[in-house]
């Protein structure tokens, strides 16, 4: 599972890295919760990466109520083709999520402990992800979920799923392949040795924290 993130790299970092021309100047986040809008990459009807910013939390065109996207804020890899909430957006409408890194919590002496996992090289990545579009309100909402896959070995002590993160190469071919077969294949765990992670404060729990201290190591 995926519950919480963090981005903060500079629009520049983020151009470099993934090759577009990224126009969204956004506030660094150190505290992203679902239900909140993230930075996203997909491709525009003319075949061309467009950034743009999705509500976390995806809500199939076809629910009656938008609360709905509280429930779906990941999607399982190896189940994302059939799930009926999911099989529409994972034919047509993939996407990126962009992020610095994510947390996870692991039982220490009785309480769980929050970890801030993120890039060897300290550089943004994407997760894989999907989106959709709600028309049944006052105005289209526009959501996403992050897809999630089991463990590598360098995380699996922490948690049994981990986001599906790709490498900057691997990336137009999720946002713009029609094999279902080989996108598939590109819903796996990423190399043991692409992330590290440390133990983080407990403020992290509460989603009205924001700031850099958060990624502070703390004694797990």
């Not at 100047?25 to 003319?46: G, M, W």
């Not at 049994?160 to 598939?184: G, K, N, S, Y």
């Amino acid at each position: 599972m995926c519950g919480r993130f963090a981005f903060y790299s500079p629009r520049e970092a983020v151009n470099a890295i993934f090759g577009v021309d990224f126009p969204l100047d956004l506030e660094p986040r150190y505290n992203i919760t679902p239900s909140q809008h993230v930075a996203t990459l997909r491709v525009d009807r003319t075949g061309v990466t467009e950034p743009v910013l999705l509500r976390w939390g995806l809500v199939p065109s076809w629910a009656k109520d938008p609360a709905i996207g509280n429930r779906m804020i990941n999607a399982r890899a190896e189940t994302v083709r059939e799930k009926p909430s999911f099989r529409a957006a994972f034919k047509r409408r993939r996407c990126a999520i962009l992020a610095d890194g994510f947390y996870e919590w692991r039982a220490v002496a009785g309480a769980k402990q929050p970890y801030f996992i993120t890039h060897q090289e300290g550089q943004p990545f994407a997760m894989a992800g999907l989106w959709e579009r709600w028309n049944r309100g006052d105005e289209p909402l526009e959501t996403c979920t992050i897809i999630t896959t089991a463990a590598n070995r360098r995380l699996e002590n922490l948690h049994a799923r981990m986001p599906v993160i790709f490498l900057p190469e691997q990336l137009e071919a999720w946002l713009t392949d029609d094999d279902p077969e080989q996108l598939q294949d590109l819903l796996r765990p990423c190399a043991d040795d692409l992330l590290r992670y440390w133990p983080v404060s407990r403020r992290v729990n509460s989603p009205a924290n924001e700031g850099a201290e958060l990624l502070d190591e703390v004694s797990g």
